[in-house]
């Protein structure tokens, strides 16, 4: 059994007391030594002082950076082999392709590439390496560059403009281009291609010029565009995108029309028929069911599937639910979610014994809808847990890992942001008992932003412990108390929004564990008599935590006291949910299937499952007795009854 982190206090206590010195008192030189070298004051580093540090060869990468494209790729390639196993060395070896690439040393470049790098840039400067020594390599990979709506870096001019003169990017990948920097808004990317198309091209420019002032006119323009109808594909697959978002009734109309007079290529032809099936799902447009259906069956597209089933669900089409499942991909059809439904589908239909099969193979997944089906068959939840128990010998081992050992060399200097790629690399390159080794050692750490990444990097998908750590216990505890709100749902809440960072920052401007907005901060703060936290105040976890526990009570009390309807609101905000709830269906089941939004309803479903999880592990494991919703919350109706202003 994994021993608890309590208990292991003084184990580990022991272990990290017994690691090497070595360097570490000269911390100091060393956060000097790279602060230097960052801005290349090599006046300003004491080599001597820091030599045999764990860290010494993040100076060296400043250093030999900075010597770069003059240094020989022999020096570079030595430095990457020295530091293999350490992310030092996949940035030394990008910032050579890129330096190299600047100066058109092809040869020094191919030297340090493992093939083909990460980044537009890079790549660009790779093909052009590869012109003359594999000129058909460097012609596709080219032309993948080329064919996309944006404008390309500066790093991609030559390599263009010599597959433009030796004919591998034609007239027709110029129209190709254009056509789609059309779909992706790009007007100045468009008039620079435009310039560079000949006169064979003036028929399809012009039949462009009436689509973009009318998408409608996409009936009446030449079926075939471009010498040899080579623009036609390109042509109506890019008017057909804008058509389809503005308009997807008429848009529809029309391409029922056109599609028998036109000779697409089957890409062509399948992205627009993907386009308008899906936003004539999205948008509850009826006409053409049949045509719409036919399309979905064809493609076997995994999202367009999903949608037909949810169609299907809103309309109580239960055959339609059943018949569409089954034509999902057998790894997707057997996903809790859809043998779920299926369940559900067949207990409609008056078969509940088939229902009980389909249910029985959904409760065996851990999820917001196997634990649904679990309800059904009322049986606990099959958590998976897989206990972990790593002993002394492998922790003392894996604590005088190089990687781990620059690690907390990293922590120690405050340099977070690099001791994490090193973490993470580690964890990436090790076996998968090795990766459960590093996973315990974050835990012993009390690691915990670090640990939620290890086990998602290491595939541990069933080391619970480690997934979900007992993360601020006792303040969730205790403000849940104090808020009358459910301690777990706030740890499923916290784990799903922040995987317990407390500096975590959204692009929308939320912060800390629970991810609340500074003016909700503000106003919650000053309701609990403490003022307006600020911007940093927020961050504190307690703080955090108490604001944010007060916020999903008021939810849940916006809610009769419902937490799934609470859960949504938290994500999405009360306003949508109550627009939601006014047309909803009435099982918590459908509502849940039915939020428009696909972050919310995912997010609805790991926040209620991750709260199963949290209650179970503090049951030491069991989940008898555990229960994802009250009978209430699965039984009442959602609709506008749900609303408790009413």
């Known amino acids: 059994m994994l021993l608890s982190l309590g208990h292991c206090k003084t184990l580990i206590a022991a272990i990290l007391c017994s690691l090497p010195l070595a360097g570490q008192a000269d911390d100091r030189a060393m956060r000097e030594a790279l602060e230097a070298a960052r801005n290349a004051q090599w006046e300003k580093t004491d080599r001597d002082a820091i030599e045999d540090h764990v860290l010494a060869g993040y100076v060296d990468y400043h250093q030999l950076r900075q010597r770069l494209p003059q240094i020989d790729a022999d020096r570079v390639q030595s430095y990457i082999e020295r530091h293999e196993d350490s992310p030092l060395s996949d940035w030394m070896r990008g910032q050579a392709i890129a330096e190299y690439g600047k100066a058109r040393r092809p040869a020094s470049l191919l030297a340090v590439a493992d093939g083909v790098p990460d980044g537009t840039a890079r790549q660009c400067y790779y093909y052009t390496a590869l012109l003359d020594r594999m000129p058909e390599t460097a012609a596709q990979g080219g032309r993948d560059l080329w064919l996309v709506g944006r404008s390309q870096p500066d790093a991609c001019d030559s390599l263009f403009d010599t597959l433009r003169a030796r004919g591998e990017i034609g007239q027709a990948h110029i129209w190709e281009r254009m056509m789609l920097a059309w779909q992706a808004g790009e007007t100045g990317l468009m008039n620079y291609l435009g310039r560079q198309l000949n006169a064979d091209w003036h028929s399809a420019r012009t039949s462009l010029e009436r689509l973009r002032k009318d998408y409608a006119a996409v009936t009446r323009v030449p079926a075939c565009t471009g010498p040899g109808c080579q623009g036609s594909g390109p042509l109506f697959s890019a008017a057909m995108h804008g058509f389809t978002r503005a308009d997807t009734e008429a848009a529809l109309e029309a391409w029922r029309k056109i599609d028998p007079h036109l000779s697409l290529e089957a890409r062509h032809r399948d992205a627009i028929e993907r ?36 169609s299907a669900l809103a309309e109580r089409d239960w055959p339609g639910v059943i018949d569409w499942v089954h034509r999902m991909p057998d790894e997707t059809r057997q996903e809790a979610r859809w043998q779920y439904w299926v369940g559900r589908a067949l207990e409609q239909q008056g078969d509940p014994a088939t229902a009980e099969k ?56 405050d340099e977070p942001g690099l001791a994490n790629s090193e973490w993470y690399r580690a964890v990436a390159r090790a076996t998968p008992e090795e990766a459960r080794a590093l996973a315990d050692y974050a835990a012993q750490r009390g690691w915990l932003p670090e640990l939620v990444q290890t086990t998602i ?59 609340l907005m500074p003016a909700t901060a503000a106003q919650l703060g000053r309701g609990q008599g403490i003022g307006d936290p600020g911007p940093y105040g927020v961050l504190e976890p307690e703080v955090n935590i108490r604001l944010g526990s007060i916020y999903l009570g008021e939810l849940i009390e916006r809610y009769s006291g419902n937490r799934l309807a609470a859960t949504a609101a938290y994500n999405a905000g009360p306003g949508r949910v109550d627009r939601w709830l006014l047309d909803a269906p009435e099982a918590f089941d459908l509502f849940v299937e039915s939020i428009p939004f696909r972050e919310t309803r995912n997010y609805v479903q790991a926040v209620l499952a991750y709260r199963v999880i949290f209650e179970s592990l503090s049951r030491g494991g069991e989940s008898a007795g555990v229960e994802m919703l009250s009978p209430a919350e699965k039984t009442l109706r959602y609709d506008r009854s749900l609303l408790a202003r009413n």
């Open 358 to 413: 389909a249910y029985a193979a959904a409760a065996g997944e851990r999820s917001f809808f196997g634990f649904a089906a679990a309800d059904r068959l009322d049986r606990p939840y099959a958590l998976n847990l897989e206990r972990n128990t790593i002993d002394a010998a492998t922790r003392r081992e894996i604590a005088d890992w190089p990687a781990v050992q620059r690690t907390e060399a990293l922590r120690r200097i």
């Open 275 to 310: 386009d308008l099936a899906f936003y004539a799902m999205v948008r509850d447009i009826d006409q053409h069911g049949g045509w719409r259906d036919q399309v979905v069956a064809r493609l076997g597209d995994a999202e367009l599937l999903e949608l037909r089933v949810r």
């Open 457 to 515: 990097i290491g595939g541990m998908w069933d080391a619970l412990s480690w997934r979900f750590p007992e993360a601020y216990r006792d303040d969730f505890l205790h403000w849940g108390d104090v808020a009358g709100v459910d301690p777990y749902l706030l740890m499923g809440i916290a784990r799903r929004e922040s995987a317990y960072n407390p500096s975590a920052l959204s692009p929308a401007g939320a912060r800390g564990l629970m991810q």
